[in-house]
DNA sequence: CTCATGTCGATACACCGTATTTTACTGTTA
DNA sequence: TAACAGTAAAATACGGTGTATCGACATGAG
């Protein structure tokens, strides 16, 4: 009985670890947002019947909070900040970049407390910016402001995006002139502060809105962090 | 040919509108979160088949919309406000308030542009709060500013409150002592900073932490009201 | 009274997350 | 070496989802 007569054994199944699970959910995501992933097509994708997953993975949020610790991954700095101010503007412009680069981020961004460790190495370089700066009650508040601010303007931009590639107009054109509902409502004059803002508002890139947005917040941390700690 | 022998008429449909729509929605996500809200079970609430719904919304996101301005209504100020931070503040603590009583709000908050009537009478009143004291672009990047702002905070805060309902824990008891994972990880010593910060930090109740963010925050829009605009 | 119209309900489809059962293989023991 | 126990994977199953389609039917027009 040689090699050749014996039939070759059955393939073994396919290797799995999570690494390669959220991998796969990461690049369904980016290419159909959140709601394409799906634990059957993630497992597809993997040449991996759906129950497989179950044992890396005990829920779909499992997954999410994976794929989020993930992206935080390209959220660490890569040289040691000179300050916190610099530690807070850099964090904010790297979670901007990457939620434009992975739109689904936006959704997930402060829906769920990031304990992964990436998500835990983001907070230490954060909050260790603060060292020797301030007291940890102040640190915290100043890190949590900031990251409030950020994680709404990215939400609200992600949002807009969205909408523009929706109906293929950007939201001022939109309203000025081509959305009927829109228009319509304007010309109730009950929106007279609101028409005023449509009409005569400068439109101004996202990026540079987000940055003057956060310049304001950054410098009410300095200020908070001159003050002396209540 | 009595009454008697022709048979009752069939009941007429219920009749609907989206008003009694959106209420059937609320009340099902304001029980089981928004996950509970199924177009299936907001038609059964109704007494009505699923598809009845399709006329009057065309889309389930559609729905997610009338919700969202529907509890818009209730971030109205009651009398109006003295000046812009009033304005502003007063939003942001009904905006939490609403979140509160409405967690599903949390979820939603920021995550579409709010252009139902309410969304719009809100932004209205916001703006209105700044006639004659900045010019519209700096009024907008104000309220912009603060709203990304408490998105951002009330997200965090309402993420937080679940996961301590689900655990049963207070998210710094949980990380202090019971949570395994979490003690595990800061004994690494890789996250000096945040050790510190779960060992050493005071509980402040999330109310207060709010306020004190938020007051940083208009601080930072009054001094950018003060500067000349760019 | 008949017929066109448009609305409503039922049915159907494709898919979902996940529990449960079945299968197939492994390594262990007689 | 043969039977077996244990385990990991696969298949199947269940109860749900959003929404398209289609047939029935009440209503208003001629």
Same mark, same amino acid.
Request: aromatic letters at 0%.
């Given at each position: 009985m040689t090699v050749w007569d014996r039939p070759e054994p059955p393939t073994r199944p396919v290797p799995l670890d999570r690494e390669r699970i959220v991998a796969a959910a990461v690049a369904l995501a980016d290419e !159909? #947002? =959140?709601?394409?992933?799906s634990l059957r097509k993630v497992a597809a994708r993997l040449d991996v #019947? +759906?129950? /497989?997953l179950y044992g890396y993975i005990s829920t779909k949020e499992d997954l999410f909070d994976l794929m989020v610790d993930e992206v935080q991954a390209e959220l660490l700095p890569e040289e040691r900040p000179g300050d916190w101010r610099e530690a807070l503007s850099g964090l904010a412009h790297r979670t901007r970049r990457a939620a434009l680069r992975h739109e689904w981020l936006a959704d997930l =961004? !402060? !829906? /769920? +407390?990031? =304990?992964g460790p990436n998500g835990l190495a983001v907070a230490e370089a954060t909050l260790a910016a603060f060292d020797g700066l301030a007291d940890i009650d102040t640190a915290m508040r100043a890190v949590e402001t900031v990251s409030a601010y950020f994680t709404g303007a990215i939400r609200r931009e992600v949002a807009r995006l969205r909408a523009e590639r929706a109906t293929g107009l950007s939201e001022r054109d939109w309203q000025r002139a081509a959305g009927p509902y829109m228009t319509r409502m304007l010309a109730t004059g009950r929106f007279p502060a609101l028409a005023k803002a449509v009409h005569d508002g400068t439109d101004v890139d996202p990026e540079t809105s987000f940055a003057a947005g956060l310049d304001w917040v950054l410098d009410a941390v300095a200020a908070g962090l001159a003050a002396p700690p209540a």
């Open positions: !159909g #947002g =959140l709601a394409a992933v #019947g +759906p129950m /497989r =961004l !402060g !829906g /769920r +407390p990031a =304990l």
